[in-house]
């Protein structure tokens, strides 16, 4: 089943903290780190059954370090996926002993390194495995799945925490998977937490081990305490490195774009940091890859290739010239766009292959979920090519591994969403004009115009509705008796005679730019449609058809009244293209979906309009499993500093 709408809420998967799961803490987890790290050490397994998931972390003493590095010295080859963190973790699937090296690397190229055994023995006797090991940073969150091999029926699972210092912990009611928040420390240490499954080849255990690390004080304003216009985080960032250690931009892409210590005095400049466009429409590959940061080399490769390979119009590599930087890395969720650093932070979820990287990836649900959820309404969205949906659904329990043609369209649509809004606030026009290389970026991007402002002024939306209520829906305001009494019918009212292609358009003037742009390119480079509609929102829903479609349309992009709008986005964001773009929109319609059938059935609409009544079909099947607004949570637009 799948059922795409720009929040992640209301989720199926309810949350509880762990102390009401049966799970919960014992005696070995400590509320603060007493002890100093006075050496590099390496905790872990040091034994493991074929099968297993093991884990090595290093802790380190404070110190200046800029670079870590593990290393297979011996031992069946396994893919270090982690390798330049702190912490590393893989599947044990061959017998034999391992032997891996630690390197820590101070600023002032001195080394610090040691040495781990793994013994790894054979056996044919199912395993669980708590996935991943991994290095975090205090106040990060993370989740780590738990799997078995070779059994059918998993019927229960507990998590605890064994050791360290405590952290907050999470389960959901209907997947094992456990969310942590990683606790502040004054220094590195240790957390070991284990899952437990009940099966049919009885109880199994695995045991995970995670690092995490003290960090610099959040001292950025534009960092604070979620409240206000300008927050993006309080939480110590991810360690990040430079994609390309030789990148000239390596020594300043992390302190210009993605630290905890920005301030007002320290913004980096154009001449630090130029827009990748400056003086050019279409950035190379190496320019871009060179303003790359990763949490995970993979994430880099990946982008790399994405970019080499699935770029044949040079859509994306003309759009990035609006950026200074791109940041991928474990901590982001969802992706979002800032001006203050003219930098887009990619959530890795739109780029992984294997499971080994899923496993990498948070699974926390977005801060939004669940927001709106006392409306009487649902507004789902959908990509659909040949009338089945153009995104695979992957079941992460199943390890199932994603095409690299899956991964394109994904991270294709997310992309020309983000750089969107990039090129709203530092456009090819804008580049063009000229900059000062005393400016701040932020300086640059906000001298007018903005795209998104001159769309309001020329096109504005109509529906004051629809605008409250997309503050329910995406900032969490608490929907007064009014809108909590709209049924499907008064929204669907409010909707279809304005002119945003998508309820997310009505967030705010930057995303309703966004919407027709993604919409359009989607629909122009991939020859995918959209489905966007209005149902009701069931309370106990067990497949997406128990989400009757009120009112629906397959490319509404092509409405007339749209399709000016649509053009603006286009002629202003990437005008190479326009002519393509007009040509297109000139000759689509909109579809009507099916009223009175369900999400899923309306995946091929074929309504007898002229009757007045529905046509019989075949159904297509659609998973029992309880509902979740599963796409990835639209991104987010942080707010301008104030003055």
């Not at 992390?254 to 005095?265: D, E, F, K, M, R």
């Amino acid at each position: 089943m799948q059922l795409f709408t720009r929040t992640i809420g209301p989720v199926g998967a309810c949350l509880l903290m762990l102390s009401g799961c049966g799970g919960g803490g014992s005696s070995g987890v400590s509320d603060v780190v007493t002890q100093p790290v006075t050496e590099l050490t390496i905790s872990g397994d040091s034994q493991a059954l074929t099968g297993d998931a093991v884990g090595l972390v290093a802790t380190l003493p404070q110190g200046s370090y800029r670079q870590y590095s593990w290393t297979q010295l011996s031992g069946p080859t396994v893919e270090l996926l982690s390798a330049g963190t702190a912490g590393i973790g893989f599947d044990a699937s061959e017998a034999g002993s391992y032997q891996f090296r630690f390197t820590a690397t101070r600023s002032d190229g001195s080394t610090l390194s040691k040495d781990a055994s793994l013994t790894v023995t054979d056996t044919s006797a199912p395993q669980a495995q708590l996935r991943v090991d991994r290095a975090v940073s205090e106040g990060a969150e993370f989740s780590l799945r738990l799997n078995a091999t070779g059994i059918s029926n998993v019927s229960g699972w507990s998590f605890r925490q064994l050791s360290g210092p405590s952290a907050t912990l999470e389960t959901s009611s209907s997947e094992p998977v456990l969310f942590v928040t990683a606790p502040q420390v004054s220094g590195d240490a240790v957390m070991t937490f284990e899952g437990t499954a009940q099966t049919d080849a009885g109880t199994l255990t695995d045991t995970a081990y995670v690092v995490v690390r003290n960090r610099a004080e959040v001292t950025s304003p534009y960092f604070c305490n979620g409240s206000g216009d300008n927050c993006a985080t309080t939480s110590p960032l991810a360690y990040v490195r430079p994609y390309r250690s030789d990148s000239p931009y390596a020594s300043v892409l992390a302190n210009c774009v993605y630290s905890n210590q920005l301030t007002a005095n320290n913004l980096c400049t154009i001449n630090t940091l130029p827009p990748l466009g400056l003086n050019t429409d279409t950035p190379s590959v190496d320019a871009i890859l060179d303003r790359v940061l990763v949490s995970n080399a993979w994430m880099g490769e990946r982008f790399a290739y994405f970019l080499e390979n699935l770029d044949p119009n040079d859509d994306f590599k003309t759009l990035l010239g609006a950026t200074t930087a791109i940041v991928i890395s474990s901590d982001v969720r969802p992706s979002f766009y800032w001006a203050l650093t003219g930098t887009i932070y990619l959530d890795p979820d739109s780029l992984w292959l294997t499971p080994a990287e899923r496993d990498l990836i948070n699974e926390q649900p977005d801060y939004r979920a669940g927001f709106g959820d006392d409306l009487q309404f649902v507004m789902p969205w959908r990509y659909v090519k040949d009338d089945a949906y153009a995104f695979s659904s992957t079941d992460p329990q199943a390890r199932q591994t994603r095409t690299i043609e899956a991964m394109g369209l994904d991270l294709g649509s997310l992309l020309y969403h983000e750089l969107s809004h990039a090129n709203d606030f530092m456009s090819q026009a804008k580049r063009q004009a000229g900059l000062s290389g005393s400016d701040t970026f932020l300086t640059a991007a906000t001298n007018p115009p903005l795209l998104s402002d001159q769309l309001t002024n020329g096109y504005p939306l109509q529906s004051n509705e629809m605008y409250g209520l997309g503050q329910v829906r995406f900032f969490g305001d608490n929907a007064d008796v009014t809108q909590q009494g709209y049924l499907p019918s008064d929204v669907a009212g409010f909707f279809f005679p304005d002119r945003a292609n998508d309820f997310y358009n009505y967030a705010s003037t930057r995303e309703d730019l966004a919407m027709l742009f993604e919409e359009t390119m989607m629909k122009l480079r991939y020859g995918i449609d959209r489905d966007i509609a209005v149902t009701n929102n069931p309370a106990s829903p067990t497949s997406s058809n128990d989400y009757l479609v009120y009112r629906g349309q397959r490319n509404r992009i092509g409405a007339a009244n749209i399709r000016p709008r649509a053009l603006f986005a286009v002629q202003n964001i990437l005008p190479q293209v326009y002519d393509d773009a007009a040509a297109l929109l000139t000759g689509l319609t909109p579809t009507e979906l099916c009223s009175n059938e369900g999400w899923l059935d309306n995946l091929t609409p074929a309504c007898a309009t002229s009757l007045g009544v529905l046509s019989k079909r075949a159904r297509v099947s659609d998973t029992p499993v309880p509902y979740r607004l599963l796409q990835r949570a639209h991104d987010r637009v942080l707010p301008l500093p104030k003055p």
